[in-house]
């Protein structure tokens, strides 16, 4: 996951940088079928390693405020995806499903250079949809 994460750095509001996320998980699955539906909801948890790449105008303003050479980073943190998933099979070959999950991590920022480190809200929210075709 990558997020954009805004800021104001001597009073002009701008993108600090890009945040991004690898997430090494497991989790648990309980689904229930009635006829051609398929419900399931999931949670699963990991960890994400961080990582954390400054904007060309954000290094700008740093440095118009004396802070030269930032170079941040992103700490490694725990992260939580709780998702709910239906399918329904048009036929034994074809199906529809939509989905829904939620992703949390709160990862920090670390500036140096003098710079107060910086405790990021990483969430996501997403829906899909699709159809998929059974091979086998």
Do not use: H
């Not at 909801?41 to 990582?51: E, I, N, P, Q």
């Amino acid at each position: 996951e990558s997020f954009d994460v805004p800021g104001t750095i001597g009073g002009v509001g701008l993108t600090v940088g890009q945040l991004s996320l690898r997430t090494l998980s497991g989790g648990i699955l309980f689904t229930r079928r009635a006829g051609p539906l398929e419900a399931s909801a999931a949670l699963s948890t990991g960890y994400g390693f961080g990582s954390f790449a400054l904007e060309r105008a954000a290094g700008d303003r740093y440095g118009m405020q004396g802070f030269f050479g930032v170079e941040p980073d992103a700490t490694n943190t725990w992260v939580v995806k709780p998702s709910v998933s239906l399918w329904f099979n048009l036929n034994n070959r074809w199906a529809a499903t939509v989905s829904t999950s939620y992703v949390t991590a709160r990862p920090t920022i670390k500036f140096g250079s003098g710079l107060p480190d910086r405790k990021i809200k990483a969430d996501a929210f997403a829906v899909s949809a699709g159809v998929g075709f059974k091979v086998f």
